[in-house]
């Protein structure tokens, strides 16, 4: 048989139960039986009311008291909402649930006066008003907070038990019995369900997770809302640090609540990220403090968790509420519950890491002092083993010493004896050979000089003849003895002899020289003009 599930508020669980509905403790739900009697008991608390609504109306159709056919001079306004909120009563069940989302909520005389709308595509598409009076008001509010834990306020998407009315005056009107606050917190588990599904299909949901925690934190950057109530005390904290010179803090402000939240964190993201490039930051930090979980629904944003998951430096959030998280806790690279403990965190950090430096210095210390301690008593060791050593060593060098000069004085001495005497013995011997050699030599000169002597005067002869041969031709050859035999020497106007007589005729003059003097003589073409001169 087939399970009804019905929305029950936790105020009305033993009216339920009374009337025969049944708890399913897998979901967590009343429910009834298909084939269950009288099921119109069950209808405020049905998914299906607004389906049962409808049976009911046509079952009830016949039963509507229409109103009567206008006169001429027709009905008035008032008599007109009346009657309609008569037929709307009838027409509709006492309660009907009523999904919507609280968009304005004000108070007044201990009534809660709402303004309940629907939208779809960012469009709205209806919007009524409704009304928590001040009987239900107190019993409505404390249910909703103790169960979500946050406060009724505009911007909570709720499931509410309503009653339909038309007053003469307002016009509709909703009055407000019960709100079932488990739908509440399903919206915002579903929305940031579907933000998880989102982030792990483009596989960086844990992609922050993964960046390595950095070894030392020297420098941070710090989100958080300008006035938030836990700044201050993270501040002061971070001062102390600033001030020793352990860690330095950058504030980028951003509001936290409210709709235009997103848009100021995405901006205060961009802006830490660009800071990131020139500042080298080792964290980025998120904190908020103290503040109306409610405010916690504007930080499930995809935008906001994207940029988060995507941050180039690990991220630790202290948003502020221990039972709760946000979509940014769960992508962060730690998270922890306020600013103090985020704060504390690193304090205790840049102190665990100063211990485990002093630890490891007080080890390096000791284990280098130990370590001295062991070297200089090694070290007096082989000085004393060195120092046995070097004399035994020298004394040992000096004996041998001593043994090896003995030795080559001995060597030297007979070695040089015997150099002595091979010297002598070659001595006579080089003596011995110079005499023979100069003997043979001497005679060789003497065959030599004779020889020499014998041919120089052979060739002074055949040269004598020779010189006294040429000397006869020469003097034959003479110019003085040629013009004593009747011959002439032509010059011409330089002194140079003329040997043609094509020459002779291209001369400007010539000169014909005789036994007993010379003539000068001027060549012509074809014939010789001639112009004695007397020889001195």
């Known amino acids: 048989m087939e399970k009804i599930y019905l929305n029950v508020p936790y105020a009305e669980k033993d009216k339920a139960k009374s009337l025969g509905a049944k708890w399913d403790a897998i979901t967590r739900k009343w429910y009834i039986l298909e084939n269950t009697a009288n099921q119109a008991l069950f209808s405020a608390w049905r998914s299906d009311a607004i389906f049962s609504s409808a049976i009911t109306e046509n079952s009830n159709a016949q039963e509507i008291l229409l109103p009567e056919q206008p006169t001429l001079a027709g009905i008035c306004l008032s008599e007109l909402m009346t009657q309609a909120n008569t037929a709307l009563r009838r027409a509709l069940p006492n309660r009907i649930w009523v999904f919507a989302e609280i968009t304005e909520m004000s108070q007044h005389n201990g009534h809660i006066y709402l303004t309940l709308a629907e939208s779809k595509q960012g469009q709205q598409i209806a919007q009524a008003r409704a009304t928590i009076w001040a009987s239900q008001s107190s019993r409505i509010v404390s249910v909703f907070k103790q169960v979500t834990d946050q406060a009724l306020s505009a911007g909570v998407s709720v499931l509410l038990s309503v009653e339909v009315s038309i007053h003469p005056k307002f016009g509709l009107s909703l009055t407000v019995l019960d709100i079932n606050p488990q739908f509440t917190l399903g919206e915002q588990e579903a929305k940031k369900q579907k933000i998880r599904a989102q982030l ?32 201050g005390d993270f501040r002061n904290d971070a001062t102390q640090l600033t001030t020793f010179g352990l860690c330095q803090f950058d504030y980028f402000y951003a509001t936290f609540q409210g709709t235009n939240a997103a848009e100021s ?53 202290g948003i502020g509420h221990e039972r709760d998280s946000t979509i940014l806790d769960e992508v962060a690279n730690k998270h922890l519950d306020t600013p103090s403990k985020v704060i504390a965190f690193i304090r205790q950090h840049i102190v665990d890491n100063a211990m485990y430096a002093k630890k490891n210095w007080l080890t390096i210390s000791n284990y280098t002092q130990h370590n001295l301690i062991r070297h200089k008593a090694a070290l007096k060791q082989y000085q004393t083993v060195i120092q046995h050593g070097s004399l035994l060593a020298l004394q040992q060098a000096r004996q041998r010493l001593i043994a090896d000069y003995n030795l080559c004085q001995q060597q030297g001495s007979k070695q040089l004896r015997l150099n002595m005497q091979a010297l002598t013995t070659l001595k006579q011997q080089l003596l011995l050979n110079g005499q023979r050699y100069c003997i043979t030599n001497n005679n060789q000169l003497m065959h030599w000089q004779n020889t020499i002597k014998l041919s120089a005067v052979q060739q002074m002869t055949s040269a004598k003849k020779s010189l006294l041969h040429y000397q006869q031709i020469v003097q034959s050859m003479h110019p003085n003895r040629l013009l004593k035999l009747g011959y002439s020497l032509t010059l011409d106007a330089l002194g140079k002899p003329i040997t ?11 000169q014909l020289v005789f036994q007993d003097g010379h003539i000068i003589a001027t060549p012509q073409t074809g014939s010789l003009s001639l112009t004695s001169q007397a020889s001195e």
């Open 200 to 231: 792990k299909e483009k596989n960086i949901f844990d992609l922050n997770k993964q960046r390595l925690f950095p070894q030392e934190i020297t420098r941070v950057a710090v989100i958080a809302p300008a006035q938030a109530a836990g700044l």
């Open 265 to 317: 964190l995405l901006l205060t993201f961009m802006e830490a990220k660009k800071a990131q490039a020139e500042n080298h930051y080792d964290l980025l930090v998120i904190i908020r403090g103290g503040g109306a979980k409610q405010d916690l629904m504007f930080l499930n944003e995809f935008t906001l968790a994207e940029q988060l998951c995507h941050f180039p430096i690990p991220v630790v959030t």
């Open 500 to 510: 043609s007589a094509i020459n002779a005729e291209k001369a400007q003059s010539i």
